[in-house]
């Protein structure tokens, strides 16, 4: 394989993966950890799919998408910031919900239309540099460089210095998450209409958590999660690479590499990370 | 005694909602409590299945118990039910004990690979207990289409262990002794939760490590015994699962436990007893949620959705009372 | 007059924290507010603030009210800058401050407290209110912030100051208010007056020590307790009490030595569990319950049983509790570190007959804190704090003279 088509592979397959983390950046600085994003791509995946196949047109599988993912990021904001519950324990549930939902849509509608025709993805192709240039650098901008981001990343810091100064920290927490929400929203429906050719049961397969690694790798900003990404790409894409190599090593080690390769990214966190420090108390 | 009342609403919140997402398409509610029931406690036989399926989940509830309440993620008992199967596979030539007791360890040691991560270099236990999950899901599947597959070599799957190393059954029902083991492991921890000094400290730890530090707990020993304990009862049933029911391994063998023990520990608010009620509950959700897919053609996947509802009720209920 | 508060009534659940409240006030006054933890006056200026509202009463403010709070509302992993924008909704604030860009991680405790100053007066507002401001200075950083607390007084600013340290709000304030148990209860009184006012207790002209010997004072001994002695640690918060009690903790045999740690809700129990539950966490839960019956009664703990939650009882008998749990063990060395912060008069002179007792009793006690007048009334030798070094050993006279210099750091 050339070099070239190498890294635009690694690239491409790892865009779904840098929108959640670019999400999950912004809602844990905000002082929130959504465990839930895996279930929120889901949800996503399945609903850019239905969507997607209903009207024929890609923008509003896209569309599809971030109703999906913003539907139970609406109800984890609902359980975390309304109800102060625990966050992981939420996260989980709202993972082990999508799974059963999308997993039960699927089986019930396996013959219809929407799921056993495949998807046809035309058209150009905005989501990667919209994932590697856009969305890092304004992400940028607003976090530091606005008001806004400002009040946002003290939520995560210090909340009752935003409360002091008369601004509204569950505002900007549900802010995070609904600028989440379109993100991962467009993951999953980049995922599975882009990348795949359509929904398969559990199709996430642990990226939401790989994104969770990568955000603590990256340290919380954009540049370091970007690193991280593409560090992890190289990885996956070297993993497919050596599976159409038709390589001595067993299928199933190999698909177990992006998860080692991850263990091995919060490995090298070296001991000290700063998180922000209110990040995950209610 | 409030825990028993958010427990017994969370789970009637649950077959609230399932009856509901039944009605919206086009069941009738009360016929799909009919076979749900007939399906779970309806007959001797639905009967027998219910308890078999609730001995994992009462061990793997447990294990997730056991950890929360010494404040530690361990979101991998998946993982470490896995791991402990194929080393009780693996061991079962020496006989049931060995399987066992390897089962046990195999188990341990793979929850702590998740400790030493965290202590050697700060990885937070949520996140690595969960990538180990995957792991060893393809681990499993690695070992079941190569190294250990059967002899004729027809499905991804191994060949039966030896009877000898077999959990015995009783009489001509379906239930081996893995209840035993089950039930003495329960009480077991309840003992050593509420009744010893070092279980205390490890409560503590769980509520307030900083006080318990202060107040001379080892709080680094008590996060790594509670990873272990709970790895350890997380891969007993993996291999409990193995030695009594399927005598072998193929792919889908975790087939989610390890996930619905941590809606079983919610449900039982963590209480070692209460895990063995509320592993029965979901053992009869399983079950019913099997006769619902051959009577009523309802995939089976309603009983993931019916886990996520309890846990949500669960925690929903939760914080409304500590509101107040 | 730009303040005008009339019977201001407030309650939190059963606890009433103000009751028929009124207080005027104009330009160029500095009131004093003085009075114990719980009398009210942290919840009186947050209504002035208009952080709460009062259940019953009036309250009139004519222009901005700023208000510096006893925990610094900063963000410490922000910049000067990004702090200051935050205070003041916008990126680009109306005030500045000496080399904006440094973390404020980085500052001093005293340059917190200028930070958390300069932003209560970016608006300049009409009253300005702080809240216990010198707990965390130096003498010399005290006096100048009652030099400009002058300044900003004589701009026409209303400036209120709410103290436990009558001496000192005596030396600024232009007026002075007493508040106990959410009443006004007398003005513009003198120093003694206001003391017996403040706690409904005669105050003991100067507590005397008990006739205790050194027990053979040798003269190059370094080691910083000594059987049967108190050695007291002094100096502003933050310049390493914590890091040197955890160093202590971490390095003395827990069954030999009891730890009282600073943050008593934190760190000295767990409020979850119940009082036996936290006494056998150190002694074994064999017998627990009746140890803990015991000592809920030697104690005088204030509780319904030893199951209480621990977390339920209130400030001084969590106080007791932790106490009761730590010198039962009748241990040979005794670490307290602020061991009566935020208790009432009983409170504290029962800690400090318990640590009396111990010392006494042949124990080695170090005693870290931040209250001179407590240092002074119990130690046997004086240490000096500064940015984690430990100045040699004084004796109270010699600390009395020298104290306030080697805790700013100037000698």
Known sequence: MHAIDFLLLAITASTPLLLAVEGEVVVQRSGIINLGIEGMMLAAAMGSVIAAQLTNRIAFGFAGGIAGAALLGALFGFFAIVLRADQIVTGTAINLLALGITGFIYRELQQSEIFARAVQFRGRNLVVPLAWIAVPIVLAIVLWRTIFGLRLRACGENPEAVTAARASVAGHRWAALGIESILVGIAGAYLALALSSGFAENMTAGRGYIALSIVIFGRWKMKGVLLGTALFGVAAAGQYALQAAGHALPFHLLLAIPYVVTLLILCGIAGRVRAPESLGRA | ?324 | MILNLAHIRRTFGATVALDDVSLSAGPGEIIGIIGENGAGKTTLMRIIAGEIVPDAGSVAVDGTVGFVHQHFMLVSEFTIAENLALAAGSMHPPVSFERPRRLVRELSVGERSKLELAKAIAGRPRVLILDEPTSVLTPVEAEDLFQTMRLLADSGTCVLLISHKIREVLGVATRTVVMRRGRIVAENLSAEAMARAMVDVPVEPGRSRSNRTASGREADESRLYRPGQIAAIIGVAGNGQVELATRLRDTLARASAAHIPEDRTRDGFVAEMSIAENIALLAGVRGARARAARLIETYGIRASGPEQRAGSLSGGNQQKLLLARELDRNPKIIIAAEPTRGLDFESTRFVHQQLRAAAERGAAIVLITSDLDEAFALADEIRVIYRGRLSEPLTPAEASERAGRLMAGLE
């Open chain 2, 1 to 324: 005694m409030r825990r028993i009342v958010a427990g017994v609403v969370a789970a009637a919140a649950a077959i609230a909602v399932l009856a509901f997402c039944g009605l919206a398409l086009g069941h009738a509610p009360a016929e799909l409590l009919r076979v749900a029931i007939r399906g779970s406690v309806g007959s001797p036989f639905a009967l027998q299945g219910t308890i078999v399926k609730s001995i994992p989940l009462l061990l793997t509830g447990l294990s997730v118990a056991v950890a929360f309440r010494a404040g530690v993620w361990n979101i991998g008992a998946e993982g470490q039910f896995i791991v402990g199967a194929l080393a009780a596979f693996v061991a079962a030539p020496w006989g049931l004990t060995a399987a066992l007791i390897v089962s046990i360890a195999a188990g341990a040691v793979w929850a702590s690979i998740a400790t030493a991560l965290r202590f050697w270099r700060g990885a937070p236990e949520v996140l690595t207990t969960i990538l180990l999950n995957f792991v060893g899901l393809h681990l499993l599947g690695w070992a079941v289409n190569g190294p250990l597959q059967e002899r004729i070599a027809q499905y991804p799957q191994t060949d039966p262990i030896p009877s000898s190393a077999a959990l015995p059954r009783f009489g001509l029902t379906s239930l081996h002794a893995g209840i035993v083991i089950a039930v003495v492991v329960c009480i077991a921890l309840w003992i050593f939760l509420e009744r010893t000094t070092e279980g205390l400290r490890m409560r503590a730890t769980g509520f307030n490590a900083s006080a318990a530090q202060w107040a001379g707990v080892n709080v680094t020993l008590q996060i790594a015994g509670a990873m272990a304990i709970s790895g350890g009862v997380a891969g007993l049933a993996g291999g409990i699962e193995l030695l009594g029911v399927t005598h072998r391994l193929f792919e889908l063998f975790a087939a989610g436990y390890g996930y619905s023990g941590i809606a079983v520990a919610l449900l039982a608010q963590l209480h070692p007893i209460g895990t063995l009620v509320s592993a029965l509950f979901f053992g009869a959700l399983q079950t019913a949620a099997g006769e619902l897919q051959r009577s009523a053609n309802i995939s089976i996947t309603v009983a993931t959705f019916g886990q996520a509802v309890v846990i949500l009720t669960i925690i929903g209920f939760g914080s409304f009372r500590a509101r107040d």
